[in-house]
C-alpha cells in the first residue's frame, strides 16, 4: 500500500525540479512531482493557497512543498524538520558556493535562504491560515492572502546538477536513525548539529539584503569554524580544539601538488608561524579572524582579504564538503583499481567518477586561493 501525503510547509524561493530529497517520511517536492500532485489532492484549499504566490514584480510562482507521508509515526517536530532542510541545503548549496567561485558566475541557489519554509500555512482543515513562530502566533482568511517569495535572495531552480542523491542519502540515512528510530548515536548527532551551524553560515549575511559589511562577514566566518568544531567534536567526554579540526582537514586525500604540498604558511599564535597544506592555511586563517572579531580584538576589513584579493569566506564551503566526505565515505565510490582486477564494470566506474566529480571541483575552487585572479575580475 502507498504513503499517503500531505503538505507541511511551502518554499515559495525554489523551484525543486528532481526528485532526490525524498523518503518514506518527509520530501522536499517540486510542481512536477507526482506526490506534488497528491499532496494538492490531500489538502483542502491547498491549491486556492498555492496560487496566491507572486513575485516581487506580479509573476506567477509555482512553490515547492516540504511533505509529509502517513509513514510518519508522529507529527514531526521542529528540530526534525529543520534537520531535514539542513540536509537538502547540505547537499546542494555547498557545491553550488564551489562552483561559483571556481566559474565565477551563480550557479544555483547560493543562499540557505532560498530553502526558507514560508510562515504562513494553511490549516489542515483548510478553513483559515496559520502562522507560528517565535515571533507571533496568528490566524487569518484565506481571501485576503497573497504569498511572496523572500524579497532578498531571488526564486531560483534546483536542476539534476549540483545536487547530489547519494550525498542526500548518506545523509538522510543519518537523520532517520536519529529522528525515527530514535537512535542517539554521538556522530550522526554530530554531523547534524554541524550542519545545522552549515545552514546558518551559508544564508545571506545581511538580514537586510542590502549592502554587507565586515562585521557580517566576522559573523559568518564565525559560524563556519563552529561547523568545523562541532564536526569533529569526541563527544560528552571529550573536547575540541583547532589542532583536532586541524587534524581532521589534513586526513583529506588531497589529489593535487598545490594541496599536498606543505608549503603554505599560517600562524599559530603570537611567533609561531609553521608551513602546512594549503587547506590547513585557510582554516588557521579563518579560526585565528574568528577569534579577534568575537573576542573584540582589533581586526580591519582587509583581513578577511588573502594575498590575491579573494575572499577567505571563498573557501569553507569547500573545506567542509571535502571534510565531511572525509567523515562519511561513498560506499558506492569505485576505484580504477576495482576495474581493474574486474570486481567492477567500466560503466559503474564512469558513474562513479560523475557521482564525485565535487572533488575536483572543491581543489579547484581551494586552487584560487592562490592563483592570480583572471583580468576580468581586476
Not at 511551502?10 to 500532485?37: E, I, M, T, W
Not at 547530489?164 to 536513525?177: D, E, G, I, T, V
Not at 579540526?245 to 604558511?265: C, F, G, M
Not at 565531511?324 to 576505484?335: K, R, Y
Request: charged fraction near 20%; hydrophobic fraction near 40%.
Amino acid at each position: 500500500m502507498s504513503n499517503k501525503w500531505t503538505a507541511l510547509g511551502v518554499l515559495p524561493s525554489v523551484n525543486v525540479k528532481p526528485g532526490y530529497f525524498s523518503s518514506d517520511y518527509l520530501s522536499l517536492v517540486g510542481v512536477a512531482d507526482p506526490r506534488y500532485q497528491e499532496a494538492l489532492v490531500n489538502g483542502p484549499n491547498l491549491v486556492q493557497f498555492l496560487g496566491k504566490f507572486e513575485g516581487s514584480h506580479g509573476e506567477l510562482l509555482r512553490p515547492s512543498l516540504l511533505i509529509r507521508s502517513d509513514a510518519y509515526p508522529d507529527r514531526p517536530t521542529a528540530e526534525a524538520i529543520s534537520s531535514f532542510r539542513d540536509i537538502v541545503v547540505a547537499s546542494i548549496v555547498l557545491d553550488v558556493r564551489v562552483r561559483t567561485v571556481t566559474w565565477r558566475r551563480n550557479v544555483g541557489p547560493v543562499y540557505a535562504d532560498s530553502f526558507d519554509i514560508y510562515p504562513w500555512m494553511i490549516s489542515p482543515d483548510g478553513r483559515r491560515l496559520v502562522s507560528e513562530n517565535a515571533a507571533h502566533w496568528a490566524i487569518h482568511d484565506l481571501d485576503r492572502f497573497r504569498g511572496t517569495a523572500s524579497p532578498t535572495v531571488p526564486v531560483q531552480e534546483v536542476g539534476h546538477e549540483p545536487a547530489h542523491p547519494r550525498f542526500f542519502a548518506q545523509l538522510y540515512s543519518l537523520w532517520k536513525a536519529r529522528y525515527i528510530e530514535g537512535s542517539d548515536n554521538w556522530s550522526s548527532r554530530a554531523v547534524l548539529r554541524s550542519l545545522n551551524m552549515v545552514t546558518s553560515a551559508l544564508r545571506l549575511s545581511s538580514a537586510t539584503g542590502s549592502s554587507e559589511s565586515f562585521y557580517d562577514y566576522g559573523r559568518a566566518l564565525a559560524l563556519w569554524v563552529s561547523a568545523f568544531e562541532i564536526l569533529v567534536h569526541p563527544g560528552p567526554a571529550g573536547t575540541v580544539n583547532r589542532q583536532k579540526v586541524l587534524d581532521l582537514i589534513s586526513s583529506i586525500p588531497w589529489r593535487s601538488k598545490i594541496l599536498l604540498d606543505e608549503t603554505h604558511q599560517a600562524g599559530f599564535g603570537g611567533a609561531n608561524v609553521g608551513t602546512v597544506r594549503l587547506a590547513n592555511a585557510l582554516y588557521a586563517k579563518m579560526y585565528n579572524l574568528r577569534n579577534d572579531f568575537l573576542h573584540g580584538n582589533p581586526v580591519e576589513p582587509a583581513a578577511f582579504r588573502l594575498l590575491n584579493a579573494t575572499s577567505i569566506l571563498d573557501y569553507p564551503a569547500a573545506i567542509f564538503r571535502m571534510a565531511l566526505s572525509t567523515v562519511l565515505p561513498d560506499p558506492d565510490e569505485i576505484a580504477a583499481d576495482d576495474v581493474i582486477a574486474e570486481k567492477r564494470t567500466r560503466d559503474e566506474y564512469w558513474l562513479s567518477i560523475q557521482q564525485t566529480a565535487y572533488k575536483n571541483d572543491c581543489e579547484e575552487c581551494l586552487q584560487a586561493a592562490v592563483k592570480p585572479r583572471p583580468a576580468d575580475d581586476e
